[in-house]
């Protein structure tokens, strides 16, 4: 892996293998990965399955609770599959339109810069031009491509679904002070021996509002997220309402 400087827009998918209206959402996840359709913006996606479906016929195995109470904090609005982009705004996961139209709203918004650079205990997060904020959270997320689950059981028996970007490890790491523009450290980063090729993802975070005010990533040599990027330089819709789901 390389060091990569990113100011960037985060797209969170919040989805589940256990609902029939997630693949497309996954399929756009990966589409906005790769193909980068945002000109003057880095996409940074993060998918993070939720545990709630879990009884419902098939248990997903990437899914945790804590993606499910972090897609509880950001509001009242709890569906899947649902995309929530720089911690502010909340679409239907599959509307793509609707994802890339908010990217380029968000990209015109200040944002401060992620400098992630491999060291020897971890990583070396430098965080540079933040604007006015409250504390804010200093998060790492470890994440995989191309994870393939064959579903056996529930709304998506029979199907192979392919995921980027499924989070298997989220923490906070650090706390930048309100009103402070910089922040560095090195930290260490979470390690499995079944992760087979994990990457890292950083992202710093309003604690108040969360509003996410930088990003970055170490993106693996020949990534296509990456490559693209530098040639570049409705409710009624959504299935799976936690309420009308969960036990």
């Given at each position: 892996m390389s060091a990569i400087l990113a100011a960037a827009v985060l797209v969170e998918l919040f989805t589940s293998e256990g609902c029939s209206s997630c693949p497309p959402a996954d399929a756009v996840l990966e589409r906005l990965h790769r193909q980068q359709p945002v000109a003057g913006a880095e996409v940074i996606v993060l998918s993070e399955h939720v545990d709630y479906w879990n009884n419902l016929g098939w248990k997903d195995p990437f899914s945790d609770a804590r993606f499910s109470e972090r897609q509880e904090r950001y509001g009242v609005r709890v569906y899947t599959p649902q995309a929530v982009v720089d911690g502010r705004r909340d679409l239907l996961g599959s509307d793509e339109g609707a994802i890339v139209t908010a990217v380029t709203a968000a990209a015109r918004e200040p944002h401060g810069a992620v400098q992630l650079t491999p060291a020897t205990k971890g990583v070396r997060i430098a965080v540079t031009g933040l604007s006015h904020h409250s504390d804010a959270d200093v998060m790492v997320a470890v994440v995989e491509d191309n994870l393939v689950s064959k579903v056996e059981r529930g709304e998506n028996a029979g199907r192979t679904l392919v995921h980027v970007a499924v989070v298997r490890a989220l923490e906070r790491v650090g706390t930048v002070r309100s009103g402070a523009?910089?922040?560095?450290?090195?930290?260490?980063?979470?390690?499995?021996?079944?992760?087979?090729?994990?990457?890292?993802?950083?992202?710093?975070?309003?604690?108040?509002?969360?509003?996410?005010?930088?990003?970055?990533?170490?993106?693996?040599?020949?990534?296509?997220?990456?490559?693209?990027?530098?040639?570049?330089?409705?409710d009624d819709q959504a299935h799976g309402a936690k309420k009308a789901h969960a036990p």
């Open positions: 523009a910089q922040w560095s450290a090195e930290v260490p980063v979470p390690s499995s021996d079944s992760w087979k090729e994990p990457r890292l993802v950083v992202f710093v975070q309003d604690a108040a509002s969360g509003r996410v005010l930088a990003a970055g990533a170490l993106q693996k040599e020949g990534d296509g997220g990456a490559a693209k990027r530098d040639q570049r330089g409705a």
